[in-house]
C-alpha cells in the first residue's frame, strides 16, 4: 500500500505512512495469529515514524502520534 500526501516529516504525513503500513500488515498477517502477536506485529510496525512534532510520554518521547504507544 502506497499513501502520498502533505510534506515528509508532517503529522498528516506520519498518520497516512501508519494507515498504509496497517493496511499493508494486515494484508500480510497470517488468520490463525492470536491477538497477542497481531498487536506485537502492529506495534512493531509502527516503529520509525516520524512527523512534525515530538510527542511526550514518560520515559522518552515518541517521535509522531502514531508511534506514541506504551513501548515509547
Known amino acids: 500500500m502506497f499513501l502520498n ?3 515528509a516529516g508532517s503529522d498528516v ?7 498504509g503500513r496497517l493496511m ?7 488468520g ?6 497481531r498487536i506485537r506485529w502492529m506495534l ?12 511526550v510520554s514518560a520515559p522518552s518521547a515518541c517521535s509522531a502520534c502514531p508511534t506514541a504507544s506504551p513501548r515509547c
Open 32 to 37: 490463525s495469529l492470536p491477538a497477542s502477536e
Open 13 to 19: 504525513s506520519a498518520v497516512s505512512e501508519a494507515i
Open 44 to 55: 512493531d510496525e509502527m516503529a520509525g515514524i516520524g512527523g512534525g512534532r515530538r510527542w
Open 24 to 30: 499493508s500488515l494486515i494484508l500480510r498477517m497470517p
Open 5 to 7: 500526501v502533505g510534506k
